[in-house]
């Protein structure tokens, strides 16, 4: 895999001779062909100096190469990231994609076998603890400043209240460089540096629903019997059961991301007896599943992650991410250090993790309809009428691209739930963890089982 | 001298090396940590029944088996049925040898494809928006697509039918072939109808054929957790299903005792189909 991606980016590097830098050659010894090396030493001959000035990166990694190995979820593992850090830093990134489950379990009991921890908040409440991550001193993040507060103090703006569940503030700052324990505010010890974020809500046929969808609650319709669907990850789809039961005024939770015995018993009682009902369709574990119960039209109304609701429309099929009036349910992952990382290795982490806030991956991540740590750097590297688009929530006045340059939406379109501020701002509550996380899945097994 | 001795344990040693390190090692290691004892991040060594005791006690285990025996049941049944007239049909009205091979190759061309692929496939065709609804809506036969033919008790059993005929069909097939054809000149001789040559003469001749496929049918529906998973749309349960998920959650001595269990229970189902059938004559 890594052998591969070096591969690429030596030969894309000796054919476009573009932004290259002295970095590109760094993995002569990691096996780049002969050829691709002597183009790759031209192309460098001509653009090392120019190409460190522009990026402002130093070029030790070209003579000492690095390889950092990152694992975690599907999401933010993506190719073009590990091709873009190789060109841009010299740094050679393993990724490796595995569901939260088994990136929680991995991050715990075999320590040795990542750098870098791409995992998302709720996992780190849960495995932090174990000792395997070492917290990373802000000074030497670049970009502190300028990360989205909602990772630092909580408040998006200085009056928004913080949502419930595992909300990133949280469990974003331990109290020393040994610490383990989590700190109320903000230290200088962060444990992870967010990367990737969103807002959840249930996605809709807007042609098939036959009426406007403004609630959670609307999922419970009669009129949508057997036409709807929840996603079946424990510790995910009870935050959206969770919605929708309070939406019903089931029940009111103290807190739906940490719920007691007793709001989880009603919970899974309410989804049991809607369930026998006969009110779902399905419920869906992967992404694909959650497409094509969409777009075959088996559902008309259910969870949804923002991508698969771009990847039903890309069908020609309409599809809309509906906000709702209780709000969203939101996640958000970041970059944890190894704890056996030093030396040479943590200098590079640290220098892969500035590169990721410093502009380039925010814009790739902003484009897909997440949201990156830090704004202000995404923004030079979007167009303006990008950024309108993706962050203000304005009506786009061209064509919306994917990364790989796909129509999203056309001239005119605008994002569902409007602005990052509207939507972020409008966050209910986070995915977590609960204390009572065992007795919680054993109650969903039995729902699904019912 | 010596060398003649040990010759036979040399001859067997391979298959039992392989036996060991592929089937006895991995058996003793699921038995050995379903004692451990585990949290949501990590399994302990420990001598623990919990997993056991949590198991065995939960309404939803027993919900789960019996559903899952559910399945068996009506698809051993199904199987068995339709497994044994096409078995029938190859062996005794098909009258060339040739043609008899050329159909029952035709039988296995759907294995040439992937398992998963032959149940997905199933999807789009029974959906509500399928092509089955289609066109019986089309035909005016109904005015309301069938919501039952996808993501229900009838997809999984149908998909569960259409993965594992070939299953019984092959041995019973093999077994019809072997049944000399003069006892039954000779049943016809001695007056016996039809239908009394095929339970007096055809069936019990038959039965390690039948023995032989139960025990493919049974032990894989037992075991099946991605056709139950796909079909009901995750709506339903079945044991193998319920392992994947504790398996995904981590809970992995959890899993290991249901393993147990279920290994347990196909073993005295198998146990139980060999007191009936001597199924050694087959082989």
Not at chain 2, 224 to 239: C, K
Request: overall charge neutral; hydrophobic content about 50%.
């Amino acid at each position: 895999m890594s052998q591969k991606t070096t591969d690429r980016t030596g030969a894309k590097s000796a054919k476009s001779g573009a932004a290259g830098t002295a970095g590109k050659t760094a993995p002569a010894g990691a096996g780049v062909s002969r050829r691709g090396l002597l183009k790759g030493a031209a192309a460098l001959g001509g653009l090392a100096v120019g190409g460190q000035a522009v990026t402002g990166f130093p070029t030790v990694w070209a003579q000492n190469p690095i390889t950092l190995r990152q694992f975690g979820t599907g999401v933010s593992n993506l190719n073009a990231i590990a091709e873009k850090c190789k060109a841009d830093l010299g740094i050679t990134l393993q990724m490796t994609a595995l569901d939260s489950d088994a990136v929680s379990q991995r991050v715990v009991t075999q320590a040795n076998s990542f750098d870098i921890a791409d995992i998302e908040y709720w996992i780190c409440k849960k495995v932090f603890a174990a000792g395997t991550l070492q917290p990373m001193d802000v000074a030497k993040i670049k970009y502190y400043d300028q990360i989205v507060p909602i990772f630092t103090t909580g408040k998006l703006t200085p009056q928004s209240q913080i949502a419930q569940g595992t909300a990133p503030n949280t469990v974003s700052f331990v109290e020393g460089p040994d610490s383990k324990k989590f700190a109320p505010a903000p230290t200088q010890w962060m444990t992870l540096i967010p990367t990737i974020y969103n807002a959840d809500t249930l996605g809709i046929r807007p042609d098939l629903v036959g009426r406007p969808i403004k609630n959670w609650k609307d999922i419970l319709d009669p009129a949508f019997k057997g036409k709807t669907s929840i996603l079946n990850i424990p510790s995910i789809g009870i935050m959206d059961a969770a919605m929708i039961c309070e939406s019903a005024g089931i029940v009111k939770y103290a807190d739906k991301g940490n719920m007691t015995k007793a709001e989880i018993d009603i919970t899974i009682d309410f989804l049991i007896k809607t369930k026998q009902a006969g009110q779902f369709r399905a419920f869906w574990k992967t992404f694909d599943e959650s497409v094509n119960l969409m777009a075959s039209g088996e559902v008309v109304i259910q969870s949804m992650w923002s991508p698969a609701v771009a990847a039903v429309r890309s069908k020609g099929i309409p599809c809309v991410y509906q906000p709702l009036e209780e709000g969203y349910r939101a996640w958000g992952g970041g970059l944890g250090i190894a704890k056996h990382l030093k030396g040479a290795q943590l200098d590079a982490a640290y220098e892969y993790i500035n590169w990721y806030l410093s502009g380039w991956v925010g814009a790739y991540l902003n484009r897909q309809g997440y949201y990156s740590a830090v704004l202000s750097t995404a923004e030079k590297n979007m167009t303006p009428d990008e950024w309108a688009f993706w962050m203000l929530g304005q009506p786009a006045k061209t064509d919306i691209l994917s990364p790989e340059g796909k129509v999203m939406y056309t001239a005119g379109a605008v994002r569902d739930g409007g602005s990052f501020e509207q939507r972020m701002g409008a966050v209910a509550c986070w995915n977590s963890v609960m204390d009572e996380d065992r007795y919680m899945v054993r109650r969903w097994n039995e729902f699904i089982a019912a | 001298m010596t060398l003649y001795r040990i010759a036979p344990y040399l001859q067997a040693a391979p298959l039992t090396l392989i036996l060991a390190a592929f089937l006895v090692l991995p058996i003793a290691t699921i038995v050995m940590v379903s004692f451990w004892d585990y949290d949501s991040i990590q399994i302990f060594p420990d001598f623990v029944f919990t997993n056991y005791e949590e198991t065995i006690t939960s309404p939803v285990t027993w919900r789960t088996y019996l559903n899952t025996l559910k399945y068996t049941v009506i698809v051993w049944a199904v199987t068995l049925l339709v497994g044994f007239w096409v078995a029938y049909y190859l062996a005794f009205h098909i009258r060339s040898a040739t043609m008899q091979m050329v159909l029952f190759l035709v039988c296995t061309i759907p294995f040439l494809t992937s398992n998963i692929i032959r149940m997905i496939s199933w999807i789009p065709f029974l959906g509500r928006n399928g092509l089955l609804n289609q066109s019986l809506m089309t035909m005016g036969l109904i005015d309301q697509p069938l919501e039952f033919l996808l993501f229900s008790d009838f997809a999984v059993v149908l998909a569960m039918v259409h993965l594992y005929t070939l299953f019984m069909v092959t041995p019973i097939f093999n077994t019809l072939m072997r049944i000399d054809r003069a006892l039954i000149e000779a049943a016809r001789d001695a007056g016996a109808n039809a239908f009394q040559i095929l339970t007096n003469v055809i069936l019990p001749l038959a039965k390690p054929g039948i023995a032989i496929g139960s025990i493919f049918v049974v032990t894989l529906v037992m075991g099946d957790f991605i056709t139950v998973r796909f079909m009901s749309g995750g709506q339903s349960a079945s044991v193998g299903l319920m392992m994947a998920n504790q398996i995904a959650l981590l809970q992995y001595p959890a899993a290991a005792a249901n393993a147990v269990i279920l290994l347990v229970l196909v073993l005295l189902l198998v146990a139980a189909i060999l007191r009936i059938v001597n199924i050694r004559k087959e082989l």
